[in-house]
């Protein structure tokens, strides 16, 4: 499904709506059956893209093209190696509600992309409380911060303490794996902290 706002009528708070929508999609119980849930992935960014009909005379869509379209449709495919389900770039984040849940998963260089690309997971209240929410997010940020410094020792006990209070936390396997492959190549000189993926 791709659903974009902010047009045809202008709406101030599109990313807060898109955000939200998300969050909506998340609560829900899609199932095949009681043993196969759905899991659903979406990746939200916002900026401007062309938006009008597009097609021929003999079928036209109205819809919107451009690479920020592209750019949220490689976020939502970098849920299925982080392990999330809502991934946001930091555009969507710093336009949206602060009442918005977030949690800074760090930058990323993503295939077809030469700039890096800021990512938060966008997170549901029916995750757990604010206050666990905040507690988890902000250890989770410190264990970030060591790895965006080189300093992949103490990266490593802080994302296996953020993984021990939260099992099933891909984005803190995702991150001791990436730790494990810096121990075999070491990132380059120049090295800003960034994740880069070869796959979409």
């Not at 750019?71 to 392990?83: C, F, P, Q, S, Y």
């Amino acid at each position: 499904i791709f659903a974009f706002w902010n047009a045809p009528e202008p709406q101030n708070d599109h990313a807060t709506r898109a955000c939200e929508a998300a969050i909506q999609i998340q609560n829900q119980p899609y199932r095949f059956s009681e043993s196969k849930p759905i899991n659903t992935r979406i990746g939200i960014h916002s900026g401007s893209a062309d938006v009008g009909n597009f097609g021929s005379e003999n079928r036209v869509d109205y819809t919107a093209i451009g690479e920020n379209i592209n750019l949220a449709a490689r976020l939502e495919g970098l849920n299925k190696h982080l392990g999330t389900r809502t991934l946001i770039s930091i555009d969507t984040r710093n336009a949206a509600s602060p009442s918005i849940l977030t949690r800074d998963l760090g930058k990323f260089r993503l295939k077809g992309f030469e700039r890096t690309v800021h990512v938060f997971e966008l997170l549901s209240s029916n995750d757990a409380t604010a206050a666990d929410l905040s507690t988890f997010s902000l250890n989770f940020t410190k264990a970030l911060e060591h790895f965006q410094a080189k300093e992949f020792d103490q990266a490593e006990k802080s994302f296996q303490e953020s993984h021990s209070s939260r099992p099933d936390d891909g984005p803190s396997e995702f991150f001791l794996r990436q730790i494990e492959s810096f121990r075999q190549t070491p990132p380059s000189p120049d090295w800003q902290g960034e994740v880069q993926l070869d796959e979409k």
